[in-house]
């Protein structure tokens, strides 16, 4: 088992950052590809990021690009997203997730472990 605790979320006014921490426990870490998702209200949950198992690689939903950044301490078992230029449109609470797979995937039914989300709203 896999557990996964998400912080960092809070209320922020369109143009600002946040920095979503994501602490993973339960196996070695380094073995887990993870990712962000969101969901915003009324919506489907959507794939944000997603990076490997060393953090070489980094995949972004296009929305995001550029203004967010996907990370890893692989060993502080820790799983970091850093979102700058924030909108209101990325009003939504922020999912942690991983994988039991050595590429990420960018959707969420590949994904084995989910944290409990954590609520950002970007306000305008």
């Known amino acids: 088992q896999v557990q996964l605790v998400e912080s960092g979320g809070g209320l922020v006014q369109a143009g600002g950052s946040l920095r979503l921490s994501c602490a993973a426990s339960?196996?070695?870490?380094?073995?887990?590809?993870m990712g962000w998702f969101r969901r915003a209200p009324g919506k489907e949950r959507e794939f944000v990021a997603a990076i490997s198992l060393t953090g070489r690689r980094t995949y972004y939903t296009d929305s995001v690009k550029g203004r967010f950044t996907i990370s890893r301490d692989n060993a502080k078992n820790a799983l970091y997203l850093q979102m700058n230029s924030l909108k209101p449109e990325d009003t939504a609470v922020y999912y942690c997730?991983?994988?039991?797979?050595?590429?990420?995937?960018?959707?969420?039914?590949?994904?084995?472990?989910w944290g409990q989300g954590t609520q950002v709203t970007v306000s305008s």
């Open positions: 997730a991983a994988e039991l797979s050595v590429v990420p995937g960018n959707v969420d039914y590949e994904y084995n472990y």
């Open positions: 339960g196996r070695t870490f380094s073995s887990l590809a």
